[in-house]
């Protein structure tokens, strides 16, 4: 009859928004309001510690000079110019002379020349609370030890040591930009101090430079002076060796070339010739000897070959004479037959032409012969004494190959001596020349202001450092923040329906009402002083004291969220419980059941809870007989009610000679046929049944309650109820959660909720509210 098959819950329960997930620039300036004090203290402290260090800190003054490092300085005392050097090349020369500056040795050269081993202000500086207590244990150690005391001198370069140590720490040498300038500043708290040392290491490497050329060049001129004397004179030991060898061996020369061998060109050359010659004087022969051979016939027809190389007009003429004998004799034969006497005439002439033909061709084969011969002869002659002047320069030959290698070597120790000779006289020269390569070009001046400690820089980062602690605090602080705070947590975390807030009623001294713009009216009990702690009697009738405030107002929407839920019901059982003990669940449940009695509904109040009846604890005189009595039967019910008699409220409380330790199984109580059968018969007489029942997280009464209550209505403590706690409690207690009308954030600060709303939130604009709200009262919470 009085179940329900929709769960209350489910009206209400939405998935959490995915938008939460990002950065919510709102929600992140409403944290940054939220906490703007801690992070406005963290800042003043910051600050505060920043102006305190300057106060105390000692100033530093710092001095700066640049030497420039140029290659071309030195350029008119070179013979050559300068080659081009590589950026690599110039970062390692800067690097180096970075380097240099900071070295030891440099820092004791300065120490020397200033005599900076005595002076109190290097050796003795302002120390740092660390530095102090390091020196404290270094004494007591040298107290403790038992070694020798050192001599005066080890004493000295002790000092010495340290002022060149303290000196290196202080330095500051570094390249400007990607320029060849080389910027040297250093830290002290005497500015005059500070610009003598500048300007002395500037000076002392300016020094340092023209004192390593100038022992480089005279070590290097020394050198190169022995050596050139052991090289000249090796040189012309090699001269000498070469002329007495070639005079030894006969390796005389003429145009650069030894006499054998021009006799052998020479030979060589003529041998082409004769044997050129010869070759043309054989063809010659063997051609005429080849006509010959054939006979007296056929040489007259191959007669008209040797004729083209000879000058022997005779056989030309025999020729030519031959050539028309023949062709007269043709034509006679042709026409007047062979046997005609002059035919036969002339075959006589040219039989007798013919041996005359031979006969010459004999005499000029027989000629041609001679001359091969002698040509030949001349040939064989040439090669006979090219074989002899070969023979000769072969044996020369192999003795120029030893004239060769000692020419080279006298040649090779020659060009060395004159090398060294020339780089001998260019150190002279450079010996003679001594230029730096670096030059000063901004003076050290005294510093008229400290470089540090920085005020603005000192400010600038205490207020970073303080803005960063606060946030760090902040984020720390929004970590722990695991409370409901705001409406919108009850549907984000719970998916339940918020009722409101309940606000704060009384607390510390001097605490403004708590009813948000409403008036404080007089009762009974006269009108409340705000210096005094609100009596506890006073909570149980705030609705009744200030009808028109936000309490009040909260409390009608929780009645009006039960007259939707449970419509069609005439008698409503609500339970009212909380997680935890101490949530300001019992003042809730009897000023709930106040405000229906006030407005004209039948209520009847029932103290639930059993473990600690507050509400009944509340009530004069003390009941004598109650809830427990009527569930055994004792008595009936309505002899143990109590009727208020401004609202005409019935109150069923506790004895409280019947809680306590006697009643171990509450539970039992809550659930057992008696209360079912006090329910059942109340739901006829009332119209509506407040149930104060116990925390819902120490004990199971409100478990063992739920099938007989139509609704709860769930009370969290604003701002000190984990979330968690109650999600898990309803998440294990369905049926509970299933019958939640809605939940109330009680004993809110007002004052500071808004500062835990978005942007646009309901709880930003509760100011606007104070006009709606015209009573209050003080009271206790």
Request: hydrophobic share 40%.
């Amino acid at each position: 009859m009085h179940q329900r098959t929709v769960p209350h819950s489910s009206v209400f329960r939405r998935e959490p928004d995915p938008s939460d997930s990002f950065i919510d620039l709102n929600r992140l300036l409403a944290i940054l309001a939220r906490h703007a004090r801690l992070i406005a203290l963290s800042v003043a402290l910051a600050v505060a510690l920043g102006v305190t260090y300057l106060v105390f800190a000692t100033p530093i003054y710092t001095s700066q000079t640049q030497v420039l490092l140029d290659e071309d300085l030195s350029r008119y005392a070179e013979d050559t110019e300068p080659s081009p050097q590589s950026s690599q090349q110039a970062d390692m020369r800067i690097s180096s002379a970075v380097e240099i500056l900071k070295s030891g040795r440099m820092a004791l050269r300065v120490v020397d020349d200033l005599n900076l081993a005595d002076n109190e202000i290097i050796l003795n500086p302002p120390q740092s609370p660390v530095s102090i207590a390091k020196g404290w244990v270094k004494s007591l150690t040298s107290l403790v030890s038992t070694s020798p005391a050192p001599s005066e001198e080890a004493l000295l370069n002790g000092r010495r040591q340290k002022a060149a140590a303290l000196l290196q720490q202080a330095l500051t040498v570094e390249r400007v930009a990607r320029s060849s300038v080389v910027a040297v500043s250093f830290r002290s708290s005497d500015p005059q101090l500070a610009a003598g040392i500048t300007k002395k290491y500037a000076d002392a490497y300016l020094e340092d430079q023209l004192n390593a050329n100038f022992d480089a060049t005279e070590q290097a001129t020394i050198w190169l002076q022995e050596r050139l004397t052991d090289l000249q004179g090796r040189a012309q030991a090699a001269a000498l060796e070469v002329e007495r060898y070639r005079n030894d061996n006969g390796l005389t020369s003429a145009r650069g070339e030894l006499m054998s061998e021009q006799q052998l060109s020479d030979l060589n050359s003529q041998l082409i010739v004769a044997q050129a010659d010869t070759a043309s004087a054989s063809a010659r022969y063997n051609q005429f000897k080849a006509i010959i051979e054939q006979g007296a016939e056929k040489a007259v027809d191959n007669a008209t070959i040797p004729t083209k190389t000879t000058d022997n007009s005779l056989i030309q003429d025999l020729r030519s004479r031959y050539i028309s004998v023949v062709k007269r004799e043709q034509e006679i034969t042709q026409n007047f037959g062979a046997d005609h006497p002059q035919a036969a005439a002339l075959r006589t002439d040219k039989a007798d032409l013919t041996r005359q033909i031979f006969q010459e061709l004999q005499q000029l084969t027989a000629s041609y012969r001679n001359e091969y011969e002698v040509a030949r002869s001349r040939e064989d002659s040439l090669r006979d004494s090219i074989e002899k002047v070969a023979g000769n320069n072969a044996v020369a030959n192999r003795s120029l190959v030893r004239l060769r290698e000692l020419e080279q070597k006298a040649t090779a120790l020659k060009v060395l001596s004159e090398s060294y000779l020339s780089r001998y006289e260019q150190a002279s020269q450079q010996q003679s020349f001594p230029i730096a390569k670096a030059r000063v070009i901004s003076d050290a001046g005294v510093p008229v202001s400290p470089s540090s400690p920085s005020r603005t820089m000192v400010i600038g980062l205490s207020l970073v450092l303080g803005l960063m602690a606060g946030g760090a605090l902040t984020f720390v602080q929004e970590m722990r923040e695991r409370y409901f705070r705001v409406e919108g947590d009850i549907r984000t975390v719970l998916g339940l329906k918020p009722l409101g807030y309940l606000p704060l009623v009384g607390g510390q001294k001097k605490r403004k009402p708590a009813m948000i713009g409403a008036k404080v009216v007089k009762t009974e009990h006269g009108p409340p002083e705000e210096e005094e702690v609100i009596p506890l009697e006073r909570m149980t009738r705030i609705v009744l004291d200030a009808p028109r405030s936000a309490f009040a107002e909260t409390l009608r929407n929780a009645k009006l969220a039960s007259d939707v839920m449970l419509q069609g019901l005439e008698s409503r059982v609500i339970g009212v419980v909380s997680a935890l003990p101490g949530e300001g669940k019992s003042t809730v449940a009897t000023n709930f059941a106040a405000l229906l009695a006030a407005s004209g509904k039948r209520t009847l109040l029932i103290d639930a809870d059993l473990r600690k009846p507050s509400l009944s604890a509340m009530l004069k005189p003390t009941p004598q007989a109650g809830l427990v009595e009527t569930i055994l039967g004792e008595i009936p019910w309505n002899q143990a009610i109590k009727i208020d008699r401004q609202t005409k409220l019935a109150v069923l409380p506790i004895a409280l000679r019947s809680s306590g330790g006697a009643l171990h199984h509450t539970n039992e109580l809550v659930s057992s046929p008696g209360m079912k059968r006090l329910i059942a018969e109340v739901r006829k007489a009332f119209d509506y049944v407040i149930v104060d029942l116990a925390p819902l997280g120490p004990v199971v009464d409100a478990k063992a309650f739920e099938p007989l209550a139509d609704g709860f209505v769930f009370v969290v403590e604003w701002g000190r109820t984990p979330s968690a706690l109650v999600r898990d409690l309803l998440a294990a207690e369905n049926r509970i959660e299933a019958k939640v009308l809605g939940v109330v954030l009680n004993k809110t600060d007002m004052a500071v909720l808004p500062r835990y709303s978005d942007f646009g939130g309901a709880e930003k604009y509760r100011q606007l509210y104070d006009e709606y709200y015209t009573e209050s009262v003080n009271g206790a919470s």
